[in-house]
């Protein structure tokens, strides 16, 4: 069962390796992220949000829905630490 | 298991000090994170910082009296909800999920306004969580108390007492 989990393991992460192969070098200025998307977000933050500030236009604004979903990992995270390292207080006293 | 308090006069005094003064720069931070470097993130993890020299200074029942686990846990699931509750607020206004110009009818305010609000009520939502999920994995770590977590989340008790809520 281990090895299978582990065949499975290393297969996605072989697939995912694989995926960033055709990732634009980092940093590229012809890359799309880089000729489309953000030079819209400077000329047209201020207009379409009327957010001052760009990384707060981004941040809260366009990918609102991201910043949700940040907040959403760390509230995960707590119950995940609360659920494992509090352990089951049932049929056992809370005190000591 | 932190059960013996380092008692050190001087470490207490200028956690006194400084505690209040680590708070409100917190406050500021989030308050002005939305036009100015910082944010929800960064004034929930300086507020749970204040609240881990609480716990290093004083001793991990002197945290606990403040905010037990459980409330941290409530408070990390109500920031989450601020967050969701105005985008959905948003979508119940008519428009996109977070399209913060729609709460302008309901606050009464001008858009640009409106959005301010709209993102300053994310950044208090995103706060919250932060700061109630880093102390809560900070008391998660440390162990146990010595005091007993009242299971029905109402009223902390004021004294050590035996019967602390009711009898699971």
């Known amino acids: 069962m281990k090895n299978i989990i582990l065949t499975f393991v290393i297969l996605t992460g072989g697939f995912l390796i694989y995926g960033t192969i055709d990732m634009p070098a980092w940093g590229d200025p012809q890359s799309p992220a880089n000729s489309y998307v953000s030079p819209r977000y400077i000329e047209q933050a201020l207009e379409k949000t009327e957010t001052?500030?760009?990384v707060t236009a981004v941040l809260a604004d366009y990918r609102g829905y991201?910043?949700?979903?940040?907040?959403?990992?760390?509230?995960?995270?707590?119950?995940a630490c609360a659920l494992l390292?509090?352990?089951s207080t049932v049929g056992r006293k809370e005190s000591e | 298991m932190?059960?013996?308090?380092?008692k050190n006069l001087i470490v207490q005094?200028?956690?006194?000090?400084?505690?209040?003064?680590?708070?409100?720069?917190a406050l500021y931070v989030i308050?002005?994170?939305?036009?100015?470097p910082g944010g929800g993130f960064q004034g929930g993890v300086i507020l749970a910082a204040a609240l881990a020299l609480i716990f290093l200074?004083?001793?991990?029942?002197a945290a606990v009296r403040r905010l037990n686990r459980h409330q941290a846990v409530i408070l990390c699931a109500i920031g989450v909800f601020i967050y969701a509750g105005i985008g959905l607020l948003c979508l119940l206004a008519g428009g996109n999920f977070l399209d913060y110009s729609r709460l302008a009818p309901i606050l009464g305010v001008t858009i640009p306004r409106a959005r301010s609000l709209g993102i300053l009520g994310?950044?208090?939502?995103?706060g919250l969580a932060v700061m109630s999920a880093m102390y809560s994995i900070i008391i998660d770590v440390a162990g146990k108390s010595t005091i007993a977590a009242p299971r029905d989340f109402v009223q902390l008790p004021k004294t050590k007492r035996d019967n602390v809520g009711p009898a699971a």
């Open chain 1, 66 to 79: 991201d910043t949700m979903g940040e907040t959403t990992v760390i509230f995960t995270a707590a119950i």
């Open chain 2, 2 to 6: 932190l059960t013996q308090i380092y």
């Open chain 1, 85 to 87: 390292l509090r352990g």
């Open chain 2, 31 to 36: 308050a002005h994170g939305h036009y100015s």
């Open chain 1, 52 to 54: 001052p500030n760009i």
């Open chain 2, 13 to 25: 005094t200028v956690c006194r000090i400084i505690i209040p003064f680590i708070q409100i720069y």
């Open chain 2, 122 to 126: 994310v950044e208090i939502g995103v």
């Open chain 2, 57 to 61: 200074a004083y001793g991990q029942d």
